[in-house]
């Protein structure tokens, strides 16, 4: 058995998980009574195995608490962005189905108004002080006793993807009634085997703990019995410094908090010990070439990175002595076998671009949309997440984009992506973002948005030195025709680019569907390169 009452048992006192600003920690002892009481709590309010909970709340000691006492009690566990609105929240809390839905005092939203949004059903309670006319999930808490609920089952987190592309979208896995300590087999692969996670690792969590990643990393670690530091918010400096004050072993980034750490003063990269670094894990966006092989020159050959989704379909892995020989790959298969499909479905060859789908992998479904479930799935059963990528001779996968944001220029599929790896490397750039703008006579032209580092000009002189600095390097019909200046880019806390947000503001109005066909009948859709 792997989960926290087996620690509390063997080693009580041991810090099971601490906040990083405030210092607030718990042990697995105080984590074994605290989710108990919140077992016991589910339980009072009716909720039974299979049930479903949903909770918004901050990077927290109490986010971690509730997590593990729905997952001994056997529910389903809806963990939502803290950057929503009222009517997204609501959404989600509706659609999963949650009885309860707990809200953090500090996240800054009218609860009379989310109680209307998420109806009579939904049991609303608040969680820290407030002066919000809710019930108290605190005072609730302390009601309970702290000891086992009799019938304790594992229960699963049912997350959300983040919406860039439309609305999210509920991966709820199947309920196996499974006893207390069973933990996802491939959960187990990726942390205890890939990344060497056991009982005597130091996790950082630099990363909002809604996002699948940084919440199942995180549970892996107090199930394994390590000890995890939480960050409230993602500072790149302050990142350094919890290295070396926790001699930390282990973490888990996204390629902007890289390119944030690379973009800091050499004085200030220098500055911290980084010694005890044994594995960094990265994922949920391809990571600019430049970007990484700077990053393993920094720290050393300890890079791994995966690709998968909260779909959990496939996974590819890759450690940084691969990646070197083969950069820019994602990895080689880990679970399932990749297929490279046209738009009939028909496999590629290596080396042609086409969308990325997995066989033989689990199975997965978008809860209450089937229409969207069988959108992700070919006649023969291998689904995809989306993206668009290609193998190579040695089956090493390699991903281009996203298939929502591919251009099409005079009937060419040009990957924004490419251009964005290039652009995200110049020292006045601090964000970008690439996409397609309507162009009257090739359909899309290619448009940079960017967000410079403080300092640099926002000016023509700038704007013509990027697109030269991106021409040197890709062919000019990849790179921008133009660029605009933002003051940030609309990003969710995982680092996810919005760029739907930037994209809608310049096809407002203009007849997508039409220009798009005017395109591909200009000449042969055939990919750029």
């Known amino acids: ?313 496939g996974i590819t892995i890759v450690n940084s002595q691969e990646w070197l020989a083969h950069p820019g790959t994602v990895g080689r298969t880990l679970v399932g076998e990749i297929k490279i499909l046209d738009e009939s479905g028909a496999p590629l060859p290596a080396r042609e671009i086409g969308g990325v789908y997995f066989s033989g992998g689990p199975a997965f479904a978008y809860h209450n949309d089937p229409q969207k479930t069988a959108g992700a799935y070919t006649p023969e059963g291998w689904s995809t997440l989306g993206d668009v990528g290609y193998l190579d001779e040695e089956a090493y996968l390699y991903l281009t984009d996203r298939r929502a944001y591919m251009i099409i220029s005079g009937g060419v599929n040009i990957y924004p992506q490419e251009a964005e790896n290039i652009l995200i490397t110049h020292p006045a750039v601090f964000d970008v973002a690439v996409f397609g703008v309507p162009h009257e006579e090739m359909g899309e032209e290619v448009k940079a948005v960017v967000q410079l580092v403080p300092g640099a000009a926002a000016d023509e002189s700038t704007k013509e030195d990027l697109i030269a600095f991106c021409r040197t390097k890709l062919s000019p019909l990849k790179c921008p025709r133009s660029i605009d200046f933002e003051s940030e880019l609309p990003r969710t806390p995982t680092g996810k680019l919005m760029k739907r947000l930037l994209r809608d503001r310049y096809w407002q109005g203009a007849k997508k569907d039409r220009i798009a066909s005017a395109a591909a009948e200009s000449g042969i859709t055939r990919a750029a390169g």
């Open 1 to 313: 058995m792997m989960h926290p009452v087996l620690h509390a048992q063997i080693n009580p006192d041991k810090i099971a998980y601490q906040m990083a600003g405030s210092g607030a920690a718990i042990t697995y002892r105080e984590l074994d009574q605290a989710s108990n009481k919140g077992a016991q709590l589910f339980r009072s309010l009716g909720l039974k195995p299979q049930d479903h909970m949903a909770f918004l709340v901050e990077n927290s000691l109490r986010f971690i608490e509730i997590c593990w006492a729905a997952q001994r009690s056997g529910l389903f566990y809806t963990a939502i962005s803290t950057y929503l609105t009222d009517a997204e929240i609501a959404y989600i809390v509706r659609d999963c189905g949650a009885k309860v839905f707990v809200l953090s005092a500090t996240a800054g939203h009218d609860g009379a108004a989310l109680a209307e949004l998420c109806g009579p059903d939904v049991k609303i309670y608040v969680t820290g002080e407030t002066k919000l006319l809710l019930p108290s999930w605190d005072h609730a808490l302390a009601q309970q006793p702290a000891t086992p609920i009799a019938d304790e089952i594992s229960g699963y987190d049912m997350l959300y993807s983040s919406g860039t592309t439309g609305r999210p979208k509920g991966v709820k896995p199947q309920f196996k009634n499974e006893p207390l300590g069973t933990i996802n087999p491939l959960l187990v692969l990726l942390c205890a085997k890939m990344c060497g996670m056991s009982a005597e690792t130091t996790y950082l969590s630099p990363a909002p703990l809604y996002h699948a990643a940084p919440l199942r990393f995180n549970i892996m670690s107090g199930a394994l019995g390590g000890t995890s530091t939480i960050m409230e918010s993602f500072d790149p400096e302050e990142f350094l410094a919890l290295i070396e004050r926790h001699r930390v072993t282990v973490t888990q980034v996204v390629p902007t908090m890289f390119v944030r750490l690379l973009k800091l003063p050499e004085d200030v990269r220098r500055r911290y010990d980084l010694s005890s670094l044994k594995s960094v894990v990265h994922a949920a966006a391809p990571c600019p070439v430049d970007v990484k092989a700077a990053m393993i020159d920094w720290w050393g050959p300890i890079l791994l990175e995966y690709y998968g989704g909260t779909e959990g379909n």
